[in-house]
């Protein structure tokens, strides 16, 4: 197993253009998850998918960003226009859900997002 | 989301066991106790997770006190590959809510 993979591992951009971050999750897994940390606020949960449909968005800082699932095996995160403030590294994560039965998160490697 | 609270930073010595603590006394029943690691550079990894019991796998043991207020995760045989960032993180499954809050952890430095 491939593990999560996300693309591109590093990425920098000027400030105003669009970014788009892509992860796949590990098949067979049924829920997706973006996350992103910086040394000030840490990890924080931006969106999670259950079955490719967005469950919860609430971290999701402002409609400058977005997300989709439109199958099982691909998912992206888009930032448009960008800006400095979201320089930070950005993860996805996938895990199986099923009922209570609790099964671990398995991280990407994560994007590293530089804005100038 | 239950609370959790651990040291923000320890230090062991390579080749010797290490215990990391975690308090989450708000902890009701049905929470789940995960705990994560971070390596440098690199994405979160599960470790371990419990519910009451103590827990055994091959990365580390979980001691829960027998209040669940809070428990311990045990490395018995630390390494210099075993330093990162260790996240305590309660999960309740029973409301649906899939997703894990991150605090900021114990970081944890390995003396060679």
């Known amino acids: 197993d491939a593990g999560v993979i996300q693309s591109p591992r590093h990425e920098v951009t000027e400030m105003g253009q669009e970014v788009t971050l892509r992860c796949k999750p590990i098949?067979?897994?049924?829920?997706l998850f973006w996350y992103r940390q910086t040394m000030m606020r840490g990890l924080e949960l931006l969106i999670y998918?259950?079955?490719?449909?967005?469950?919860?968005d609430s971290g999701m800082p402002e409609d400058r960003f977005s997300a989709k699932m439109p199958n099982a095996s691909f998912s992206t995160l888009k930032i448009q226009p960008s800006e400095p403030r979201d320089s930070a590294v950005y993860f996805c994560?996938?895990?199986?859900?099923?009922?209570?039965?609790?099964?671990?998160?398995?991280f990407g490697s994560g994007t590293r997002l530089t804005v100038v | 989301d239950a609370k959790t609270t651990q040291p923000n930073s320890m230090e062991s010595n390579e080749e010797e066991p290490v215990h990391l603590p975690c308090n989450h006394s708000t902890i009701s029943g049905t929470d789940y106790i995960h705990w994560y690691r971070q390596l440098p550079s690199q994405g979160p990894e599960y470790v371990i997770h419990g519910l009451t019991s103590n827990v055994n796998n091959r990365m580390a043991s979980l001691a829960i006190a027998e209040d669940r207020k809070s428990s311990t995760l045990i490395l018995h045989r630390a390494t210099l590959r075993d330093a990162a960032v260790y996240y305590c993180i309660l999960r309740d499954p029973n409301f649906g809510n899939e997703k894990l809050t991150f605090g900021t952890g114990t970081r944890l430095t390995i003396i060679p």
């Open positions: 998918f259950n079955n490719n449909v967005p469950i919860d």
């Open positions: 994560a996938s895990s199986l859900v099923s009922g209570v039965a609790n099964y671990g998160y398995t």
């Open positions: 098949s067979g897994h049924n829920s």
